[in-house]
C-alpha cells in the first residue's frame, strides 16, 4: 500500500533547478483524480452548447424554407405534412441534444426512446387519410439535411 506522500511526490513534477515546470500535457494526466483542472469539461460543454444552437437555428431556417416551397409548388395539405415531420424532426434533435448532455455523468448509453416519436405521426398518418407518411417522413430527415450541411461547412470552410 502506498502512502498518500509518496503520491504526491511522484506524481508532482521535480526540478533540480530554480525554474519552475510548467504543466505540460504528460504531467496533467499524472495527476491525481478530483485535483484535475475542470476547464476543459466547461469549455467543451459551451463547444456543445454552441454547436446545439447552431444546428437547430439551421433546423428551422431550412424548415421554413421548405415548407413555404412545398407549399408554392405542391399544396398546403402536402407542405403542412412536412411541417408535422419537420417539428418531429426538432423534438427529436432536442431530445437528442438532452441525452448526449446527461451522458457523460448520470448516464451511460443513449436511451432510445426518442424513436417512438416519428413511430407515432407515421402511425397516424397510415390509419388518418388527410396525412401522407412520405411528406412526413421527410420533414423529419430535416434535421439530418443540417447535419450534412454542417459536416460540409466544417470540411470545406474553415474556422478562423
Not at 53 to 66: A, N, P, S
Not at 68 to 73: A, E, K, L, Q, T
Request: with cysteine; aromatic share 12%; charged share 10%.
Amino acid at each position: 500500500m502506498q502512502s498518500p506522500y509518496l503520491a504526491v511526490l511522484v506524481s508532482s513534477p521535480v526540478s533540480l533547478s530554480d525554474e519552475s515546470i510548467a504543466p505540460n500535457q504528460t504531467t496533467q494526466q499524472d495527476a491525481q483524480p478530483g485535483f484535475e483542472d475542470t476547464e476543459p469539461e466547461q469549455t467543451s460543454m459551451q463547444e456543445f452548447y454552441q454547436l446545439y444552437q447552431k444546428l437547430l437555428v439551421i433546423t428551422l431556417v431550412l424548415t421554413g424554407i421548405i415548407f413555404i416551397s412545398v407549399w408554392i409548388f405542391h399544396s398546403l395539405n402536402i407542405a403542412l405534412n412536412y411541417f408535422i415531420g419537420a417539428c418531429t424532426g426538432v423534438v427529436y434533435l432536442k431530445m437528442l441534444a438532452k441525452d448526449v448532455e446527461r451522458l457523460g455523468g448520470e448516464k451511460q448509453s443513449l436511451s432510445k426512446n426518442r424513436f417512438a416519436l416519428i413511430i407515432i405521426p407515421i402511425i397516424l398518418a397510415s390509419q388518418w387519410h388527410q396525412l401522407h407518411i412520405l411528406p412526413i417522413f421527410l420533414g423529419f430527415l430535416t434535421y439530418k439535411v443540417t447535419l450534412l450541411i454542417y459536416m460540409v461547412q466544417t470540411a470545406f470552410i474553415p474556422e478562423t
